[in-house]
């Protein structure tokens, strides 16, 4: 049985309101029902409910992730941003998408992202050391925007010291609001950094092959094998491997340092026990939802867990409110660090699930272990805390300052990893066996 009743809110995931309600807002407007229409941005429906999110996600028949303006396809950003190319193989619908994610799958598997931990072990300890002796540090700007950063030039092949070129308009990209007047300035951050990338890849396809192993190689590699590849597409999937490594992760981890901070019991069961941090990583993604939520156009007229859809009509997947839900997930109000099942919608759910979800738990269990055994006593300094002012994409952090109790160094400097790094991830031994991981 379906129904047309339209149960129309005042809700938009980008508006001050969100920042500041979430996520105790999702129960007032779950009351209203699993899924609610929004005037603004057009008008588009917004989905709560875990288990009719999860519905949707298995038939991309029906709802599209496809930026087309042609057939009017919006993309994956409610509102869709004008002027703007596909985002990778997250803008496209199978079987597209699935030709550039089956290059990528093997360097984001169990097994090829247990090769890059000793890495980040030493980029975090190298980060910590940088203002260990100190007593101050900035887990954002210290922290949690470098490693991760890092760890994605070398996936993708550049050299690690290009973190600072792709960093800022990486994260300014999600955390300006679309109607801000610093929004052109961000916007034209981006092109450069796309045009950047271009120049990257045409360099790299004129050398007949990127210099370097790793995923710009695998995509070119890929697309001169035969795979039906095109220049914006491979364009397009850099740009979204480097917007998911740099800035999920950075505020999964910013927010969890935060809370631990104002749950002193919690932060010392987390560090006597690490057995705990596969649990609570899963949610702690729960919980704090980096990765709020994802556009989707109706591609026909349908019914999808009794509710009625129109062909053309803009759906926003509300993972963060859907974590919420009260139906999936007892005392959905409180973080247990030991929940377990943990259905979460954290990573989004379907055949566009997050590919990188291997990645950004190891990252952040090792950022967060590091800090937990080496500044036990640290103190968030609640004046200084800055959040995005946009949560509606990523919701995260622009500052985290804290103190902590000084301590000593334990390793080589920033710059003497980066480089030793360098050298061991441009060998070819490093990726060995990664298409059969």
Aim: with cysteine; hydrophobic share 40%.
């Amino acid at each position: 049985m379906s129904t047309d009743a339209r149960v129309t809110v005042d809700f938009d995931q980008h508006a001050p309101a969100y920042r500041a309600g979430y996520p105790e807002l999702a129960d007032d407007l779950r009351d209203r029902g699993p899924v609610v229409w929004s005037e603004h941005h057009g008008g588009y429906w917004v989905v709560t409910g875990r288990d009719l999110l999860g519905e949707i996600a298995k038939h991309p028949d029906l709802f599209s992730n496809d930026r087309d303006p042609e057939k009017g396809y919006g993309g994956v950003a409610v509102p869709s941003p004008k002027g703007a190319g596909r985002g990778g193989f997250l803008e496209m619908d199978p079987p597209e998408h699935m030709d550039y994610r089956r290059v990528l799958n093997p360097f984001l598997s169990p097994g090829a992202v247990a090769r890059w931990q000793p890495l980040v072990t030493d980029l975090a300890d190298a980060c910590l050391d940088a203002v260990i002796e100190s007593g101050r540090i900035d887990f954002v700007d210290d922290l949690a925007n470098i490693v991760p950063a890092v760890l994605t030039m070398g996936l993708l092949g550049l050299p690690l010291s290009d973190w600072v070129v792709y960093c800022e308009p990486a994260h300014a990209m999600v955390y300006t609001r679309p109607d801000s007047p610093e929004f052109a300035e961000t916007f034209r951050m981006i092109i450069r950094m796309v045009e950047g990338i271009a120049a990257t890849v045409a360099e790299a396809t004129r050398a007949g092959g990127a210099p370097r192993p790793g995923i710009i190689k695998a995509l070119l590699d890929a697309r001169d094998a035969g795979a039906p590849l095109d220049q914006d597409g491979i364009e397009g999937t850099l740009l979204l491997v480097i917007g998911g490594g740099f800035d999920t992760t950075t505020a999964l981890t910013a927010h969890s340092l935060e809370w631990l901070d104002r749950h002193g019991e919690q932060r010392r069961r987390l560090a006597s026990e690490p057995e705990l941090l596969d649990t609570a990583t899963e949610e702690m993604v729960r919980y704090f939802t980096p990765a709020q939520g994802g556009g989707r156009t109706v591609i026909r007229d349908c019914v999808v867990g009794g509710h009625a859809f129109r062909a053309g009509d803009r759906v926003w997947l509300a993972y963060g409110l859907a974590n919420h839900d009260p139906g999936a997930f007892d005392h959905h109000a409180e973080i247990q660090l030991d929940r377990f099942p943990n259905r979460h919608a954290g990573f989004g759910l379907g055949i566009h699930r997050c590919i990188g979800s291997n990645l950004a738990r190891m990252t952040f269990k090792t950022m967060l272990g590091r800090v937990l055994a080496r500044m036990p006593d640290y103190h968030v300094d609640a004046g200084g805390i800055a959040r995005y002012d946009d949560i509606g994409t990523i919701n995260g952090y622009r500052h985290l300052p804290a103190h902590f109790t000084p301590g000593w160094r334990i390793g080589p400097s920033f710059d003497e990893v980066i480089g030793r790094w360098q050298e061991e991830v441009g060998r070819d031994a490093f990726w060995a066996g990664v298409d059969a991981d």
